[in-house]
T-cell receptor, first 110, second 115 residues
Framework: RKEVEQDPGPFNVPEGATVAFNCTYS??????FFWYRQDCRKEPKLLMS???SGNEDGRFTAQLNRASQYISLLIRDSKLSDSATYLC???????????FGKGTKLSVKP | DAGVIQSPRHEVTEMGQEVTLRCKPI?????LFWYRQTMMRGLELLIY????????DSGMPEDRFSAKMPNASFSTLKIQPSEPRDSAVYFC?????????????FGSGTRLTVV
C-alpha cells in the first residue's frame, strides 16, 4: 500500500462550485499533515497545514480523521485561479521528511 | 528573502555526462531536501540534510547519484554518469527543523533532460 494515496482526477468543475479532495495515508504514527498546491511547470507551494480539529483559510477547509487515516480538502466558490494540482503531504517519520501524494488535478471552467 | 534558489533552471545533456545541480536554501533553515518529480512516480525524496549532515539517503537511486552540503548555504546534487531515465524535474526544498510542524519551501526546480 502506498504511503499517501490520492485520486489523480482530473476534477473538472464550473466556477462557483464546491469541490472536495480526499487522501489516505498508511502510517498511523504520522504526525504532521499538509496540503500543497502545484501549478503547471512550477514548484509545489504550501497551501495549508491540517490540524486535528480541522481548520479553515478563507474558501479552503481541511479536515483530519486520525482513526480512518484520512485527510480532506474542501474548496468553496471555486475560482478559475484554483486550477492546479493539489498534493496531500504527510510527515511519516520522527525525523520529519515529508511524503507527498501524487496529487489531484483540479480544472475550474468558466 | 529570495527563497530557495536553484540553478540551472534547465539542463540538457548527453548520456554519460556529469550533471551538477545547485541549491541555496533559505537563510536560517537548517533542513534541506532534494526531490525528483516525474509524471509516473510523482515527487520522490532523494536525500535530506539536517544541519549540513545527511540523514536519509535511502531514496538516492544508485551510486551514480551523490549529494553534498559543505555549509549551511549551499548544496549540490551530482549525477555521474547521467542516463536518459534520469530526465525529470529536480527540486530542492528547505525548512526549519525536520520533524517540526513546518512545511517546506521549494525552489523553482531544475528541469533535466538527458538525451
Amino acid at each position: 500500500r502506498k504511503e499517501v494515496e490520492q485520486d489523480p482526477g482530473p476534477f473538472n468543475v464550473p466556477e462557483g462550485a464546491t469541490v472536495a479532495f480526499n487522501c489516505t495515508y498508511s502510517n498511523s504514527a504520522s504526525q504532521s499533515f499538509f496540503w500543497y498546491r502545484q501549478d503547471c511547470r512550477k514548484e509545489p507551494k504550501l497551501l495549508m497545514s491540517v490540524y486535528s480539529s480541522g481548520n479553515e483559510d478563507g474558501r479552503f477547509t481541511a479536515q483530519l480523521n486520525r482513526a480512518s487515516q484520512y485527510i480532506s480538502l474542501l474548496i468553496r466558490d471555486s475560482k478559475l485561479s484554483d486550477s492546479a494540482t493539489y498534493l496531500c503531504v504527510v510527515n511519516t517519520r520522527s525525523q520529519g521528511n515529508l511524503i507527498f501524494g501524487k496529487g489531484t488535478k483540479l480544472s475550474v471552467k468558466p | 528573502d529570495a527563497g530557495v534558489i536553484q540553478s540551472p533552471r534547465h539542463e540538457v545533456t548527453e548520456m554519460g555526462q556529469e550533471v551538477t545541480l545547485r541549491c541555496k536554501p533559505i537563510s536560517g533553515h537548517n533542513s534541506l531536501f532534494w526531490y525528483r518529480q516525474t509524471m509516473m512516480r510523482g515527487l520522490e525524496l532523494l536525500i535530506y540534510f539536517n544541519n549540513n549532515v545527511p540523514i536519509d539517503d535511502s531514496g538516492m537511486p544508485e551510486d551514480r547519484f551523490s549529494a553534498k552540503m559543505p555549509n549551511a548555504s549551499f548544496s549540490t546534487l551530482k549525477i555521474q554518469p547521467s542516463e536518459p531515465r534520469d530526465s525529470a524535474v529536480y527540486f530542492c526544498a528547505s525548512s526549519f527543523p525536520a520533524g517540526s510542524n513546518y512545511g517546506y519551501t521549494f525552489g523553482s526546480g531544475t528541469r533535466l533532460t538527458v538525451v
